[in-house]
């Protein structure tokens, strides 16, 4: 059984930073890419960033410049930290990981449990 938990999120002024963490643990062979999504009530789920296995990441416009998404290979975790945060903000972010199980290399697309992240005076 493979899963993703996710830790990290909070309250934090605007203008600071935070980071997001997201391990993924079980039997796992090899992770394809992993991500961040965010969703606000009552809105489409949105990405924020990805990285694949190579290290090749992206970045939606929206905190192109303020966020990093980096990737811990050998503990399979994923971390998003955030700088300059705006009350804009302010969501549900959600990791997602495109993973292989071991031992049959079976594909699993993973979401997480969802972390707050509140930017607020």
């Known amino acids: 059984q493979v899963q993703l938990v996710e830790s990290g999120g909070g309250l934090v002024q605007p203008g600071g930073s935070l980071t997001l963490s997201c391990a993924a643990s079980g039997s796992i062979a090899s992770v394809a890419a992993m991500a961040w999504y965010r969703q606000a009530p009552g809105k489409q789920r949105e990405l924020v960033a990805t990285i694949n296995s190579s290290g090749g990441t992206d970045y939606a416009d929206s905190v192109k410049g303020r966020v990093t998404i980096s990737m811990d290979y050998a503990k399979n975790t994923v971390s998003l930290q955030m700088n300059s945060l705006k009350p804009e903000d302010t969501d549900v972010y959600y990791c997602?990981?495109?993973?292989?199980?071991?031992?049959?290399?079976?594909?699993?697309?993973?979401w997480g449990q969802g972390t707050q992240v509140t930017v607020s005076s």
């Open positions: 997602n990981g495109k993973i292989y199980s071991s031992p049959h290399f079976e594909f699993f697309d993973l």
